[in-house]
């Protein structure tokens, strides 16, 4: 095989490179960096500027490929450069034996035998689907989310995959954005530890291990800070929320090892972010000294001809290969006019040179070049799709995903037995919505409903009663799911049915696919007929427990003032009824927290917790209008960020400061008295928040520092402890860099973003 050949010669030239160094300086020893870049070195010099750039170009999967090759348009010519080597990576082809096919075209008939990446959106899952990220970000569990993307990882690596465009890591403070299922919240910190999590699941210890698979940070960046939350839109924002809220999980991610970045549909202060020099050179590889590549979005850089920043492909090509964009995805712009604009003197060699020598170098750390076909064994996929394992994994994130919002007169846990228990709506005999949005690989009807789970409890009399469709006109990865507004034929029998029981569970909220991208939304309640189904059931029988369904979060203000019982239970995956039963009937007691905020009314969002205080944030007056609030609502959220209840009872106490001061490289302890006063057992998630009172630009009224996950029996106390130090309280300042300043801080511990204790401390600089 020619792939042979290159491994041969790459390996003899870095034997020779080795031996000339030992004549010059016998005792010099090469480090793994430096063969890997030897390597490199030694393919890069055989390649032709046509094949450089045919490593900057990955193409959608564009034939049947066990079928006859294409003959003619746009297929035709995909193949051809494929034959050619001018092609670098594929997506969207999975499953071992058409991975093979096209890898061995790449490795055996092109000139140079340069395998292929194969990339795919593994978001939460691949045929085994975990919980949407958003979801998983409730858990606030990094050990089991890591877990989850290791599952995803090994399931996708078993079809032939080995590049996921995952983790998403923006951050966002608007509900009304589809995309919010897909990342880790609002907060930055939380963020930053999900990706660091994220990225280690993905990618394991070993790249070329065949259970793991390249991760992708993206979108980089500020797409989650879109105007109006309407998707693609434009985003400006300032240097300071950039640095501080948009950035940190990005930088994260590069020090955690993440390969590939992925760049963002929007615009960002003005240059769409697929062109935009600044963040891809200046900030990426320059200041963070990320050595992986940067691929666009699907077609970005096409887009910004529609944007408004390149008058045509050609001058997008050169824009978008100048400012970093080393991939394209799907735009056809850099094997079209790449190598003319070389010559042309519009793009220097050397910068085609960095984009290749970058993808060259994650496919050696890939194992690629040493065995092409790592990926493509039929027997481990076999074995490996579905296993017992990865639903068990799966099961457990999933329960570790829901938030217990509100519970009345102890309606939660369910009674085993003795009870008549009616459920109602079409959310809770789905099979396919509680995949959730981006789950291209999973089979619809294949996730556990809650009706199925729920019947796995024989003690009760259950009934199940639809009420009302939510979404109507689904088909298989609908591009639009339309709301179900005015068929209401089922309401009397729900209402009916609920007379006569003694507990109601009713799930309402999104399907799965009424989030995502694409699906941004205005109204943030109960979508469609729900809203009145629910009134209805609840003047017949207050004794009704929500179950949420949604991939966002939902203004539900008459529910939380009505309803007794409310659960957070998103769109947890394949094992989402299973999760939520057990849930329900108190065999999982719920310890899940708010990654984002629940705002009172949609007209509140953007809605978060660390927001800024004005100068005006409270009414100094009797009956004055002029401070920061609305008139027809209040300024505080529905439910706040970090914000989850349980059937434990757990009560903080007795705050303590190791000092009331430190210096650089001094640190102070804080600790708290955690003690669980209810009857079950349970786990808390103990949070740690910081205020820098005055600051070279002003500063958020609380910032999440910490957090640590506590367990304990009925009665039993636990003193929580957390370390404050300089790096604890550096943020970018008005000097343009991340430092810590000297002065007055409040630190804040308890059970969420409004329930703490409070401290007061000061940090002097030596």
Same mark, same amino acid.
């Given at each position: 095989?020619?792939?042979?050949?290159?491994?041969?010669?790459?390996?003899?030239?870095?034997?020779?490179?080795?031996?000339?160094?030992?004549?010059?300086?016998?005792?010099?020893?090469?480090?793994?960096?430096?063969?890997?870049?030897?390597?490199?070195?030694?393919?890069?010099?055989?390649?032709?500027?046509?094949?450089?750039?045919?490593?900057?170009?990955?193409?959608?999967? #564009?034939?049947?490929?066990?079928?006859?090759?294409?003959?003619?348009?746009?297929?035709?010519?995909?193949?051809?450069?494929?034959?050619?080597?001018?092609?670098?990576?594929?997506?969207?082809?999975?499953?071992?034996?058409?991975?093979?096919?096209?890898?061995?075209?790449?490795?055996?008939?092109?000139?140079?035998?340069?395998?292929?990446?194969?990339?795919?959106?593994?978001?939460?899952?691949?045929?085994?689907?975990?919980?949407?990220?958003?979801?998983?970000?409730?858990?606030?569990?990094?050990?089991?989310?890591?877990?989850?993307?290791?599952?995803?990882?090994?399931?996708?690596?078993?079809?032939?995959?080995?590049? $996921?465009?995952?983790?998403?890591?923006?951050?966002?403070?608007?509900?009304?954005?589809?995309?919010?299922?897909?990342?880790?919240?609002?907060?930055?910190?939380?963020?930053?530890?999900?990706?660091?999590?994220?990225?280690?699941?993905?990618?394991?210890?070993?790249?070329?291990?065949?259970?793991?698979?390249?991760?992708?940070?993206?979108?980089?960046?500020?797409?989650?800070?879109?105007?109006?939350?309407?998707?693609?839109?434009?985003?400006?924002?300032?240097?300071?929320?950039?640095?501080?809220?948009?950035?940190?999980?990005?930088?994260?991610?590069?020090?955690?090892?993440?390969?590939?970045?992925?760049?963002? #549909?929007?615009?960002?202060?003005?240059?769409?972010? $697929?062109?935009?020099?600044?963040?891809?050179?200046?900030?990426?590889?320059?200041?963070?000294?990320?050595?992986?590549?940067?691929?666009?979005?699907?077609?970005?850089?096409?887009?910004?001809?529609?944007? +408004?920043?390149?008058?045509?492909?050609?001058?997008?090509?050169?824009?978008?290969?100048?400012?970093?964009?080393?991939?394209?995805?799907?735009?056809?712009?850099?094997?079209?006019? *790449?190598?003319?604009?070389?010559?042309?003197?519009?793009?220097?060699?050397?910068?085609?040179?960095?984009?290749?020598?970058?993808?060259?170098?994650?496919?050696?750390? %890939?194992?690629?070049?040493?065995?092409?076909?790592?990926?493509?064994?039929?027997?481990?996929?076999?074995?490996?799709? +579905?296993?017992?394992?990865?639903?068990?994994?799966?099961?457990?994130?999933?329960?570790?995903?829901?938030?217990?919002?509100?519970?009345?007169?102890?309606?939660?846990?369910?009674?085993?037995?003795?009870?008549?228990?009616?459920?109602?709506?079409? *959310?809770?005999?789905?099979?396919?919505?509680?995949? +959730?949005?981006?789950?291209?690989?999973?089979?619809?009807?294949?996730?556990?409903?809650?009706?199925?789970?729920?019947?796995?409890?024989?003690?009760?009399?259950?009934?199940?009663?639809?009420?009302?469709?939510?979404?109507?006109?689904?088909?298989? @990865?609908?591009?639009?799911?339309?709301?179900?507004?005015?068929?209401?034929?089922?309401?009397? =029998?729900?209402?009916?049915?609920?007379?006569?029981?003694?507990?109601?569970?009713?799930?309402?909220?999104?399907?799965?696919?009424?989030?995502?991208?694409?699906?941004?939304?205005?109204? *943030?309640?109960?979508?469609?007929?729900?809203?009145?189904?629910?009134? =209805?059931?609840?003047?017949?029988?207050?004794?009704?427990?929500?179950?949420?369904?949604?991939?966002?979060? %939902?203004?539900?203000?008459?529910?939380?003032?009505?309803?007794?019982?409310?659960?957070?239970?998103?769109?947890?995956?394949?094992?989402?009824?299973?999760?939520?039963?057990?849930?329900?009937?108190?065999?999982?007691?719920?310890?899940?927290?708010?990654?984002?905020?629940?705002?009172?009314?949609?007209?509140?969002?953007?809605?978060?917790?660390?927001?800024?205080?004005?100068?005006?944030?409270?009414?100094?007056?009797?009956?004055?209008?002029?401070?920061?609030?609305?008139?027809?609502?209040?300024?505080?959220?529905?439910?706040?960020?970090?914000?989850?209840?349980?059937?434990?009872?757990?009560?903080?106490?007795?705050?303590? *400061?190791?000092?009331?001061?430190?210096?650089?490289?001094?640190?102070?302890?804080?600790?708290?008295? %955690?003690?669980?006063?209810?009857?079950?057992?349970?786990?808390?998630?103990?949070?740690?928040?910081?205020?820098?009172? @005055?600051?070279?630009?002003?500063?958020?009224?609380?910032?999440?520092?910490?957090?640590?996950?506590? =367990?304990?029996?009925?009665?039993?106390?636990?003193?929580?402890? @957390?370390?404050?130090?300089?790096?604890?309280?550096?943020?970018?300042?008005?000097?343009?860099?991340?430092?810590?300043?000297?002065?007055?801080?409040?630190?804040?511990?308890?059970?969420?973003?409004?329930?703490?204790?409070?401290?007061?401390?000061?940090?002097?600089?030596?």
């Amino acid at each position: 095989m020619r792939n042979i050949k290159i491994v041969s010669l790459v390996i003899s030239t870095v034997v020779i490179l080795s031996c000339s160094q030992k004549i010059i300086q016998p005792k010099v020893v090469f480090s793994k960096k430096d063969i890997l870049e030897n390597r490199v070195d030694s393919v890069m010099k055989l390649m032709t500027l046509e094949e450089k750039i045919g490593q900057l170009n990955q193409y959608n999967g #564009f034939w049947e490929i066990t079928g006859p090759t294409p003959k003619e348009g746009q297929a035709a010519k995909k193949y051809a450069d494929l034959k050619n080597g001018l092609v670098g990576s594929m997506l969207n082809v999975k499953g071992v034996k058409d991975v093979r096919a096209l890898q061995k075209i790449a490795v055996e008939e092109t000139r140079l035998g340069i395998p292929l990446i194969f990339g795919f959106d593994v978001i939460h899952g691949y045929k085994t689907i975990s919980p949407i990220p958003l979801a998983e970000a409730a858990s606030w569990d990094l050990v089991e989310i890591k877990r989850s993307a290791a599952v995803a990882a090994e399931e996708a690596a078993s079809v032939g995959l080995n590049w $996921t465009f995952a983790p998403m890591v923006d951050i966002s403070r608007d509900a009304r954005w589809g995309r919010v299922m897909e990342g880790s919240g609002e907060d930055p910190y939380l963020g930053s530890q999900i990706a660091v999590a994220r990225v280690q699941g993905f990618q394991g210890d070993n790249l070329n291990a065949k259970n793991t698979i390249l991760a992708t940070a993206k979108h980089f960046a500020g797409y989650g800070f879109s105007e109006s939350g309407r998707d693609y839109n434009t985003v400006d924002v300032g240097e300071s929320t950039l640095q501080n809220i948009i950035f940190p999980p990005f930088k994260a991610a590069v020090d955690a090892g993440v390969r590939t970045f992925m760049n963002s #549909f929007n615009e960002l202060n003005g240059i769409p972010a $697929t062109g935009n020099k600044y963040l891809q050179r200046d900030i990426l590889k320059e200041d963070w000294k990320f050595d992986g590549f940067v691929v666009s979005d699907w077609g970005s850089i096409n887009e910004m001809m529609a944007h +408004g920043y390149a008058k045509d492909s050609k001058q997008a090509a050169e824009i978008a290969i100048n400012a970093g964009s080393d991939m394209d995805m799907e735009s056809y712009a850099y094997v079209e006019y *790449l190598s003319a604009l070389v010559k042309e003197g519009k793009v220097k060699e050397s910068v085609i040179d960095d984009a290749a020598r970058r993808i060259l170098r994650v496919k050696f750390e %890939l194992g690629l070049f040493d065995n092409p076909y790592l990926y493509c064994d039929e027997n481990y996929e076999k074995e490996t799709v +579905g296993k017992p394992a990865f639903q068990e994994a799966v099961l457990e994130m999933a329960k570790k995903s829901i938030v217990l919002l509100k519970n009345e007169k102890e309606l939660l846990p369910l009674k085993k037995s003795g009870q008549k228990i009616v459920v109602i709506g079409a *959310l809770a005999n789905d099979k396919t919505s509680p995949l +959730g949005s981006w789950r291209i690989a999973a089979d619809d009807e294949s996730a556990v409903s809650l009706l199925e789970g729920m019947q796995k409890y024989k003690g009760n009399n259950l009934t199940y009663i639809k009420g009302a469709d939510v979404a109507v006109g689904r088909t298989q @990865f609908v591009w639009e799911t339309k709301i179900n507004m005015t068929d209401k034929s089922g309401f009397a =029998e729900a209402i009916k049915a609920a007379k006569g029981a003694d507990v109601v569970v009713m799930s309402l909220g999104e399907h799965g696919l009424q989030s995502g991208e694409g699906r941004s939304r205005t109204d *943030l309640g109960l979508a469609g007929v729900q809203q009145e189904l629910l009134e =209805e059931v609840y003047k017949v029988n207050p004794n009704v427990v929500l179950v949420l369904n949604n991939g966002r979060p %939902l203004a539900i203000p008459w529910a939380d003032e009505n309803i007794p019982a409310i659960v957070e239970a998103w769109h947890l995956g394949t094992q989402s009824g299973n999760a939520i039963a057990q849930v329900l009937y108190g065999d999982y007691n719920p310890s899940g927290k708010l990654p984002m905020t629940f705002p009172r009314s949609v007209g509140q969002v953007p809605i978060y917790y660390n927001y800024k205080n004005t100068g005006r944030p409270v009414m100094t007056e009797p009956d004055s209008v002029f401070w920061s609030h609305y008139i027809d609502e209040e300024n505080t959220p529905l439910y706040p960020f970090g914000y989850g209840l349980s059937y434990s009872k757990f009560e903080y106490s007795n705050i303590e *400061l190791s000092q009331k001061s430190f210096a650089d490289n001094g640190q102070i302890e804080v600790s708290v008295l %955690l003690k669980n006063t209810g009857k079950y057992s349970g786990k808390e998630v103990v949070q740690l928040y910081i205020r820098d009172l @005055f600051a070279s630009v002003t500063r958020p009224v609380l910032e999440l520092k910490g957090f640590e996950m506590i =367990e304990l029996q009925p009665n039993e106390t636990k003193k929580v402890s @957390f370390v404050i130090n300089k790096k604890t309280i550096e943020f970018f300042s008005a000097n343009s860099k991340w430092e810590a300043e000297a002065g007055d801080f409040k630190v804040f511990v308890g059970g969420s973003s409004t329930k703490t204790l409070e401290a007061d401390f000061q940090y002097k600089k030596n």
